[in-house]
């Protein structure tokens, strides 16, 4: 089983909206990362927090971290049809990161 | 340096027979990593490398898997016997990690295996 879950498993919208993912995990990281992937094509690394982070914006990213309750959210402000893509959140303990099975996110222009 | 390559891109491979994976990471990196994706599922940890040594194998790495990284550069993925539950996308991915710092991994596109 994956350590990581994200939320929701699928997320449509139009262009220019917010589009706001969640991944909860359950034991002691050390920290998260956020990957984003095109159909059949490898992922791309977003951004990465640590553990003793709570915030981090990258761009029209913004990556919160709340390690009491295990989880962090991924917001993609003022989205393009081109942030259509499957998103994954990895949990990085003991040198090798877990994934989640991801939020698919369509963005309609 | 161009990223992390893969190759093949995509195999097709009747039952029983075995196939080699070969991934080339960046080069300043000292990790390696191989990972398994079935369709709408992400990625799952088959085994890592630092430099030349295998630092860990998943138990999902049943013993037709092996995984080699000669010399610390390159990696091959060898899958011998291969079964239909075998077909998926293996990834590779490569990072730099020392201490506290690791900045995320990168990932090449990708092998997807076909087994008929």
């Known amino acids: 089983s994956q350590q990581g879950e994200e939320d929701p498993q699928a997320l449509s919208i139009q262009e220019g909206e917010n589009a706001t993912m969640n991944c909860s995990y359950k034991?002691?990281?050390?920290?998260l990362q956020w990957y984003r992937q095109n159909s059949g094509r490898g992922l791309v690394h977003l951004i990465l927090?640590?553990?003793?982070?709570r915030e981090k914006h990258s761009g029209r990213l913004r990556v919160t971290l709340d390690t009491s309750k295990k989880s962090s959210s991924l917001l993609i402000t003022a989205s393009r049809a081109a942030d259509t893509a499957s998103y994954f959140c990895a949990t990085d303990r003991g040198g090798k990161s877990t994934f989640g099975d991801g939020t698919t996110l369509t963005v309609k222009p | 340096d161009t990223g992390v390559s893969q190759d093949p891109r995509h195999k097709i491979t009747k039952r029983g027979q075995n196939v080699t994976f070969r991934c080339d990471p960046i080069?300043?990196?000292?990790?390696l990593y191989w990972y398994r994706q079935t369709l709408g599922q992400g990625p799952e940890f088959l085994t890592y490398f630092q430099n030349e040594a295998q630092l860990e194998k998943s138990r999902l790495l049943s013993d037709r898997f092996s995984a080699e990284r000669p010399k610390g550069s390159f990696s091959t993925l060898e899958i011998q016997r291969t079964e239909q539950g075998d077909s998926a996308m293996y990834l590779c991915?490569?990072?730099?990690?020392?201490?506290?710092?690791?900045?995320?991994?990168?990932f090449g596109s990708g092998t997807r295996l076909t087994v008929v």
């Open positions: 927090i640590r553990s003793n982070e």
């Open positions: 034991t002691s990281i050390n920290n």
């Open positions: 080069s300043e990196h000292n990790r």
């Open positions: 991915a490569s990072s730099f990690r020392t201490g506290e710092g690791f900045y995320g991994y990168t």
